[in-house]
């Protein structure tokens, strides 16, 4: 999450560190269910990208599973089926970033 803040009242950014090639795999646990299971929030000018789930399974704490994860401007693949199920992620690296990124490889 590039925008994580302790507060509510957080300004969005604009500057952010860049995010890539993070491998989520094998994890186990549960999540409150006031709050998405999962949060991608990536920056506006610096997109998440090659990120990667694969044996994903979070539950609810307590209550009724809340089957939205949440991502924003986040680019990457799920491997395996997750639970929740991850239809957000993006596919294809945006072209305005693309170059940046293959400049950065």
């Known amino acids: 999450d590039q925008y994580y803040c302790l507060t509510k009242n957080c300004s969005n950014q604009t500057s952010a560190v860049q995010v890539k090639d993070i491998v989520y795999s094998n994890i186990k646990g549960t999540y409150d ?9 990536c920056s506006d000018s610096v997109p998440c990208t090659n990120l990667t789930l694969t044996e994903v399974e979070l539950l609810p704490a307590q209550g009724q599973t809340r089957a939205n994860p949440f991502c924003w401007n986040a680019y990457g693949t799920v491997q395996t089926l997750t639970t929740p199920l991850v239809y957000c992620l993006l596919e294809e690296i945006p072209q305005a970033f693309k170059q940046n990124y293959i400049d950065s490889c």
């Open 33 to 41: 269910v006031r709050s998405p299971p999962m949060n991608f929030a």
